[in-house]
């Protein structure tokens, strides 16, 4: 189940439109946020369902977690090593989802955007492109909430990006 749920936020993460008509840099750390971002939406989504809900959150983001594992060890990093980037990811990743989870819940889409600008493109001010990734964020957002817990599980809704976007 979480790995189902971890593909489909990792598939969502890679679409071309990031990285073509967004201009998300092609690098691994720039794919590091969208798929921070991707499984936080679903995570959000999840902790609504109680107890069930929390479980899979936990399922899903400990897969996430794996997936970063398995990454570094692929890219060649050693065993000795793997621990130490483990865990500087790891502070990483929780600060994003500390930043875009705020944001989130509190609805503000320039908070998002300028948080997505400092981590995806180096900039301390939002971008026109940050701006569209934080709507389609907002979006999403709406679109999980609208699915069932079982539906959300099976196949999360995805936002369509902006038409500026496409």
């Known amino acids: 189940m979480a790995e189902q749920l971890y593909a489909a936020c990792a598939a969502q993460a890679r679409r071309p439109v ?13 794919r590091f946020e969208l798929y921070t971002l ?21 399922d899903l983001f400990d897969t996430y ?6 990454t570094l060890r692929e ?4 065993d000795v090593a ?3 980037k483990m865990r500087r990811l790891g502070e990483a990743m929780y600060g994003r989802m ?7 819940l509190a609805a503000d889409e320039d908070a998002l955007a300028t948080a997505l600008a400092r981590n995806i493109v180096e900039s301390e001010a939002a971008t026109a492109e940050t701006g569209v990734m934080a709507g389609y964020a907002m979006r999403t957002r709406a679109a999980l909430a609208k699915q069932s817990f079982e539906d959300v ?5 995805w936002a369509e990006l ?3 976007a496409a």
């Open 162 to 164: 902006a038409p500026e």
């Open 98 to 104: 500390a930043a875009y989870e705020k944001a989130i």
């Open 65 to 70: 977690v794996s997936a970063l594992d398995n």
């Open 18 to 30: 990031f990285y073509t008509a967004l201009g998300v840099p092609d690098r691994i750390d720039a």
């Open 38 to 58: 991707h499984v936080l939406l679903v995570l959000l989504r999840l902790r609504e369902e109680g107890q069930q809900g929390a479980e899979t959150a936990q």
């Open 153 to 157: 599980k099976a196949s999360p809704a």
């Open 75 to 78: 890219l060649g990093v050693g």
């Open 82 to 84: 793997v621990g130490k």
